[in-house]
């Protein structure tokens, strides 16, 4: 039976896995689903976010974020269920959930980072490569993009408290050296 550190260990791997894979997921939807049409110069216009191929990277990036820690957080109801976590013991498996989790973050990170450059881009305009401000003209567009990059910004810190429990995990399966040679004297 695992015991009750192991237990909480779970719970709060399980509680972080679901936040950030609402937040992951409300990112992708907000960015993904955004678009607002507009009449500019006798013509109808409409932004989306494939528009600006970071806001897509993004998208794509957080959805697959959400999905593996939804696929996690199944194997952690699923673990919770056991009598005997054999996963818990199995290094190779710890060391490739933190991986995965520590990929993850950067990933995420470094997409949303990416769209943020783009979103002040599209908000200021590049005056001297002749880029013009577009957050004057599609207002809603630029606020739910703003909306969707805050909420990736949670999952990436939501994904680093993640990759600290799955580094706890993992390196609790090694022994502490000092205490190892103080039981050998």
């Excluded at 933190?98 to 943020?116: P, R, S, W």
């Excluded at 408290?161 to 502490?176: M, T």
Aim: glycine letters at 6%; proline letters at 1%; hydrophobic letters at 50%.
């Amino acid at each position: 039976m695992m015991g009750e550190g192991t237990s909480r260990v779970m719970k709060v791997e399980g509680a972080l896995r679901f936040v950030c894979m609402v937040l992951g997921a409300m990112t992708a939807l907000l960015m993904g689903l955004n678009a607002q049409t507009k009449m500019v110069i006798f013509m109808q216009k409409k932004a989306t976010a494939k528009d600006i191929e970071a806001l897509w990277v993004v998208t794509m990036a957080t959805a697959a974020a959400a999905g593996y820690n939804f696929l996690q957080l199944l194997r952690c109801i699923y673990n919770s269920f056991q009598k005997e976590n054999s996963c818990r013991s199995n290094r190779a498996y710890a060391w490739f959930c933190f991986l995965l989790d520590q990929a993850a973050v950067y990933v995420v990170f470094a997409t949303t980072l990416a769209a943020l450059q783009g979103s002040m881009i599209a908000l200021t305009g590049i005056q001297s490569l002749q880029w013009t401000k577009l957050c004057n003209i599609y207002t809603r567009f630029c606020v739910q993009v703003g909306g969707s990059l805050f909420c990736g910004f949670m999952a990436s810190l939501s994904m680093v408290l993640l990759s600290s429990v799955s580094a706890y995990q993992l390196f609790r399966l090694y022994p502490c050296t000092a205490r190892s040679m103080t039981r050998a004297h």
